[in-house]
């Protein structure tokens, strides 16, 4: 953005996510919070700013994670964008350190989803598709039925995401699952919403993670390792009447307007964190993001350049089918990943030499627009 | 002994009339605005250019966009059930449960037919609403 000094991550925590029914939301965020910190080498008394994401976190989330670690009577900022809550959270706070108004802030994205008791997320019960009978999962799978009529893939293509992405979380000690599975499991798994079995699902869990933002100034004082955050943006869905479900015009839209604004294009990326909410979703972002032309995603997929080692790994981490996706927490492990990706302490799923890296989050569904928010960070070493 | 009726309420009043028939088919209704924007639900306002949208009827038939099956749903929904985005020929996308004996036969492009009938039950009672149904094949 113009008029923006340099802004830089500079310590970053997460909790593993699984589930949680007995821990309470406070206790789900304090440890990434420490962690990040205390990653970070800055006193906690520097830290100027808070922004929280989470969805279904409830009021002053923020303040119940820092009451009792001595982090309030700083501006909490509270932030919900669906799932997009936790990217969102970071780029005010980029905005916010960017200009001058503080020189640290902390970012948290928490979501505790077994609140809820398992099964769908529930949704906006007055939104005019829900009322009847809209889940996202079926959002998805109706993507999914499309994008197979028009450009020819297969339910097993599709579960080939799952594969790929579940091995990656096989080596990330963060992750929900960390078992490699096959494409007979991911196919034999219980059907949720035709074409997508449970392994084509994103799971119920729970998590939190944590991020410092600070002057690239400040930065200095406390890290040889910052992690330059080269873009931040943010967006809303609109409705288009008669939309092509097999293009998601958030993200098409976000990635232009960002790679316009950086400077830097999907060529330019050495990996990238995307929304696998569920597993057509993967293949559509690829094209979205311009990794893949509109149909040939698959293509991408089948031989191999998502994979670690590949021209473009995507979602190293195992994404949101394997790492797990707590609403709002999910952007921020997002960032988590790519930071330690940028500064090689990612161990066994290791990208080589991966210097940028771009991450996306899609927030929520409602009537009438491809998502209602699209968040999307590059960061760069 | 007396009974007490639960509450049968329809669904999506603003863009749809029930039935006039015990037998007949509900009646839909979009909105278009003097720039020829068509919009579904119908709404008082076009939310492109905020001109006043004028409520017309929907064909009672469209072809299927999209559907899937939802085997996993909240509780007031009853699982198994399908759902589609429909076009209409008055070119807006309706979403609705669709009645089809098999559901392992639907597919995109299948013409479907304007109907209705409980969509969930909620604690007061069933909601009826708008659904579409799979045409017989001759």
């Known amino acids: 953005m113009h008029g923006m000094r340099g802004v830089d991550i500079i310590g970053a925590g997460m909790i593993r996510f699984a589930k949680y029914p007995n821990k309470t939301l406070g206790e789900l965020g304090q440890e990434a919070v420490v962690t990040a910190v205390r990653d970070s080498g800055v006193p906690k008394s520097r830290i100027q700013a808070a922004y929280c994401g989470t969805a279904t976190g409830g009021m002053l989330a923020g303040q119940r994670i ?17 799932c997009s809550s936790g990217s969102a959270a970071l780029r005010e706070a980029v905005i916010a350190v960017g200009f001058g108004v503080y020189d640290v802030a902390l970012v948290i994205g928490v979501e505790q989803l077994t609140r809820f008791g398992g099964g769908t997320i529930p949704l906006e019960t007055e939104d005019f598709e829900v009322a009847q009978g809209m889940v996202m999962p079926a959002l998805y799978a109706m993507r999914a039925r499309r994008y197979m009529h028009d450009f020819g893939i297969s339910a097993d293509d599709l579960a080939l995401v799952s594969v790929k992405n579940r091995k990656m979380g096989a080596s990330n000690p963060k992750a929900q699952f960390q078992k490699v599975v096959t494409l007979e499991e991911v196919q034999g798994s219980r059907m949720i919403t035709d074409p997508f079995t449970l392994m084509h699902c994103c799971p119920t869990g729970d998590g939190a993670a944590a991020v410092i933002v600070a002057s690239s100034d400040v930065a200095r004082q406390f890290t040889t390792t910052p992690v330059h955050v080269s873009g931040t943006h943010l967006t809303s869905g609109v409705l288009i009447n008669e939309r092509d479900m097999t293009s998601p015009e958030i993200t098409v839209r976000s990635a232009k307007e960002l790679y316009e604004e950086s400077g830097i294009g999907p060529e330019d990326l050495d990996m990238c964190e995307v929304h696998d909410a569920f597993t057509i979703a993967e293949i559509m972002y690829y094209e979205a993001l311009g990794l893949a032309k509109h149909g040939e995603g698959i293509e991408l997929l089948r031989a191999g350049e998502t994979a670690i080692g590949g021209k473009i790994p995507v979602n190293p981490s195992g994404g949101l089918l394997s790492r797990g996706h707590p609403l709002g927490a999910s952007g921020v492990a997002q960032l988590v990943e790519a930071y330690e990706q940028l500064l ?27 998502h209602g928010a699209c968040s999307l960070t590059l960061l760069t070493v | 002994m007396t009974t007490t009726a639960p509450t049968e309420t329809w669904f999506g009043a603003h863009t749809a009339d029930p039935p006039s028939e015990p037998d007949g088919a509900p009646t839909l209704f979009a909105g278009r605005c003097p720039a020829g924007h068509h919009v579904f639900p119908y709404q008082d306002m076009c939310p492109h250019d905020w001109e006043p949208l004028e409520r017309f009827k929907l064909s009672d038939h469209g072809t299927i966009h999209s559907y899937t099956i939802i085997h996993t749903a909240p509780k007031n929904f009853a699982v198994p059930y399908a759902v589609a985005y429909v076009d ?13 004996d098999d559901p392992a036969t639907l597919r995109i492009g299948q013409s479907v037919t304007l109907t209705s009938g409980v969509i969930r039950t909620d604690a007061a009672g069933p909601v009826h609403g708008y659904k579409f149904r799979v045409e017989e094949k001759a």
């Open chain 1, 66 to 82: 820092l009451r009792d670690i001595g982090l309030t009577g700083i501006p909490i900022v509270n932030v919900d964008n669906a």
């Open chain 1, 344 to 370: 090689g302490r990612s161990g066994a799923r290791q990208i080589d030499g991966a210097k940028v890296a771009l991450t996306h989050v899609t927030g929520g569904g409602i009537t009438g627009l491809d």
């Open chain 2, 88 to 100: 209409m020929p008055e070119r807006v996308r309706c979403f609705a449960q669709i009645v089809v």
